[in-house]
Every structure is written in structure tokens, then in C-alpha cells.
């Protein structure tokens, strides 16, 4: 079987959480037999000899439509569908702000694609976007596809909500390296006062919020990621604004990060939106108690393991970051994350999904 993977042009560029997926996915995937080559959107590509394609981020739709346009092949989409809403309308500034307030999601998405244009030089390729828009665009993307592979049940509802679009679907797990972050070790003592924060530094991941509910307290804490490349001024605001006990590591490898959530207590991800929290998971897989977002699907991961936070209030993450710090790490998180969400899974999962498609075409 051989499987085309599309995503967007700077995925390695720009690294997140979705590129962590893509590559994972692929390369345990071929582990269990299956050809899988990932391209980039931008990329010239020949679609002959592959059976299926995947693409991944439905809310980036015109990286998506040229392809299913030219290809004519069945595909499928991993949605990693985030709403960037709340954050848009509650903590943007000025007149991008104001317009932010005004306007739905789905046209802002839009706009800021025609920003990017102007801006960075980045191009659309998908022709058809410009007069589809961003939610014409998805619901099409939606309706042709094979099947929908969100990361969790409460995404897909959440996408067909907004969309009242529906489709068949597979819920495919977020998960982790087993291997590599099975490496506890038992020789270094964990520092109660010692919190991390793993993830692209921009607006939705609430650095800044996280700052201000732990500047100048007990703990020390530690940022560990890159500035995403439109919001650097956000980056330079996170750094102006981090007192004494906060530093910054830029974006290192998974390995390396393995030494640091062996060292901490606690992972916080307060941002203003979670599909899943990668990190999160990592971190909890290592021991560490998780602090996390109240906004999205995470609760369908981890349940009453973890300690919510309102992102929104610097108040309630320093609450919840007492919490974790003081409390024990319950094992059941791990032997959950072991069982239900590695990358094994993940590829078993998803051959299921594409030989359940490839058989009903046959």
C-alpha cells in the first residue's frame, strides 16, 4: 500500500504539533508495511502510483483543494481542527482586534490568509479558494472526502457543528514515542519547584498568561520552544515580561527534552485551545503532572489525571500549578498513555481507516 502524505509548506520550517504527527505517523506506518512519503503542499508532485492521499489541518484548506482538484484520488484528512476563536476575539489588540471582534471565525481565517500574502510573500495555491472562501472551502473538503480522522470524538462533533457538514470518520489517537519517553530515571530527585512549558511560543499556547501567574513566585520556570514565525513580537513581549525565575530554551529535539521532564514536577500548556497537547502527553508518559487548558478535547485524554486551568486568568493557572506541585503523580495516566496513545496505535488505527476505504473502492 502506498499512501501520499500533503501537509503545509512550512512544516518543517515552522514546527508544531502537527509535525510531530505527520512524521510519526509515517514512520510507524512503514513499521507496519505501509508505504507512506510525506510532501509538502508547495511541492510539484505526481500522484500516479499512490492509492490514497492524506492531508492534514482542515483549517488550512487552500493547502488542500489544488490537490483533490488534480489528483482525482480518494482521500483522507487527519482535521486537527483548532479554533483559534476565543483566543482572536479575547486577546488580539488595536484594529486587527477590533475586526476580530466583529467578524465570524471563518471569514477571519480568510483574511489572515490574504494577510500572509501580503505580509510574508506566501502564496495560495489553490485558486479555487479565493472565491470559495475559508468555510465554503471546508465544507467541500469535508463532503468529498473518504473518511475524517479527527484526534478525538469531541473534534469531529465540534467540526460538524460548526459546518453542518457530516461524514463518516475514525477517530485517530495523539500519542508519543514509546520508547523514548519510557526513560524515567530513578537517580534524579525531581524539583517540586521546577515547571516546564513545551510548545511553539505564540498567542494560542498563553505563554504570556503563564508568566504572569508564575513571575517572582517559588517556582522556576522553564519555556522551552521556538517563536512561531508571525508572532515574534509576541516572543519579544513573553521575554520583556518574564521576571527573575523564568527562562527560555529554544525548540531542542524530543530526546533532549526527555532530561528536562525528568527533572520537573509539572507540565503547564494553558493555552487558548487544545486539539490534544502533545507535550502534554510526553510529560505525563515521564511523570510529570500535567496542568492544562480547559478549552477543547482535552479532557477526552485526560480525564481526571490532569489539572484544568481557565487560560484566561493568570489566577487560575497559578492555582491549578499549586495543585499539581504539591500532589502525587497518579500511574494510572501513564499506563493509559502506554496502552491507548502511541504511535503504534496511531498507525494501526489508521490502516484500519485506509484499508476500510481501499476495500469498499475495490
Known amino acids: 500500500m502506498k499512501i501520499l502524505f500533503i501537509s503545509r509548506a512550512t512544516l518543517y520550517k515552522d514546527t508544531g504539533g502537527d509535525t510531530v504527527q505527520v512524521v510519526n505517523t509515517a514512520r510507524y506506518l512503514e513499521k507496519i508495511g505501509v508505504q507512506a512519503t510525506i510532501k509538502l503542499c508547495n511541492e510539484k508532485i505526481d500522484y500516479l502510483g499512490y492509492d490514497l492521499i492524506h492531508f492534514f489541518n482542515i483549517i488550512r484548506p487552500a493547502d488542500i483543494l489544488i490537490h483533490i482538484e488534480k489528483s482525482g484520488k480518494p482521500y483522507v484528512v487527519s482535521t486537527i481542527y483548532v479554533d483559534y476563536g476565543e483566543f482572536e476575539k479575547k486577546m488580539r489588540k488595536g484594529i486587527a482586534g477590533f475586526f476580530f471582534r466583529l467578524f465570524p471565525p471563518d ?56 459546518y453542518k457538514v457530516s461524514n463518516a470518520y475514525s477517530v485517530i489517537p495523539n500519542a508519543i514515542d514509546p520508547i523514548l519517553f519510557s526513560r524515567l530515571s530513578h537517580q534524579v530527585i525531581r524539583d517540586e519547584r521546577l515547571i516546564l512549558c513545551v510548545g511553539r511560543i505564540e498567542g494560542r499556547k498563553n505563554q504570556l498568561n503563564l508568566i504572569k501567574a508564575l513571575n517572582e513566585t517559588i517556582y522556576k520556570l522553564i519555556i522551552i520552544g521556538s517563536p512561531s514565525a508571525n508572532q515574534i513580537h509576541y516572543y519579544n513581549t513573553c521575554k520583556t515580561n518574564a521576571g527573575s525565575n523564568i527562562c527560555f530554551v529554544n525548540g531542542i529535539n524530543q530526546e533532549a527534552l526527555v532530561e528536562y521532564y525528568n527533572k520537573a514536577k509539572v507540565h503547564v500548556l494553558p493555552s487558548w485551545f487544545e486539539t490534544t497537547g502533545l507535550s502534554s502527553l510526553e510529560a505525563a508518559a515521564m511523570g510529570c503532572n500535567i496542568v492544562i487548558t480547559d478549552k477543547g478535547d482535552t479532557k477526552e485524554y485526560f480525564e481526571e489525571y490532569a489539572y484544568y486551568c481557565d487560560p484566561g486568568s493568570p489566577a487560575s493557572i497559578f492555582e491549578a500549578v499549586e495543585k499539581a506541585a504539591s500532589e502525587e503523580f497518579n500511574e494510572q495516566l501513564r499506563e493509559k498513555i502506554f496502552t491507548h496513545y502511541t504511535w503504534l496505535v496511531t498507525a494501526q488505527e489508521t490502516l484500519k481507516a485506509y484499508n476500510n476505504i481501499l476495500g469498499q473502492r475495490n
Do not use: C, D, T, W
Open 107 to 162: 471569514l477571519i481565517e480568510y483574511v489572515k490568509v490574504i494577510g500572509r500574502v501580503i505580509a510574508n510573500g506566501e502564496k495560495i495555491i489553490s485558486p479555487s479558494y479565493l472565491f470559495l472562501g475559508q468555510k465554503k472551502s471546508i465544507r467541500k473538503i469535508v463532503k468529498g472526502a473518504a473518511m475524517l480522522l479527527p484526534n478525538s470524538k469531541n473534534e469531529y462533533i465540534r467540526l460538524q457543528s460548526h
